[in-house]
């Protein structure tokens, strides 16, 4: 069972180390876009289009990058009392939060496959000007939060181990 876990931890980590420093690059894109606007608005006609790419870009790469930056620990904690906990405690307190995390996740998955569904089947379109499809963002959208609660999954194994006294 062990062995299980640590291939099923190792390869969530993986795939969302993958995929999280794929996101990073979606920054570039959503500064181009961001920048086209600016230049078009100033010399030529302003596009419909930018402002509204540059939201669905800012999704995918927070909703990508969210299971990355969870993997690093990188995410903001108020550190009270936190530090002066020994090990055991913080790792016990940290899987208990994870089991939180991972049903608010369960939950948030449920909506957006559901949505997800709903673009699909109706051909849903943004009520901008530009009235784009609204399916591959939500998709990404549902992409992002699997990836989010895999390794939700991943780092309570890990919490649990810690508790314990191992390391995965």
Known sequence: MRRLICGFVRGVEKINRLVGRFAM???????????????SKTFFQPSIWTLESAQFLMVAYFLLGGAYSMQLDAHVRMDLIYSRWSPTTRALVDAFTVVLLIFYLVFLLYGGISSTQYALEYSETSYSAWSPYMAPIKIVMCIGIFLMLLQAIATFFKDVAAARGETL
């Open 25 to 39: 690059y979606l920054i570039f894109a959503m500064l181009g876009v961001l920048l086209y606007s600016s230049i």
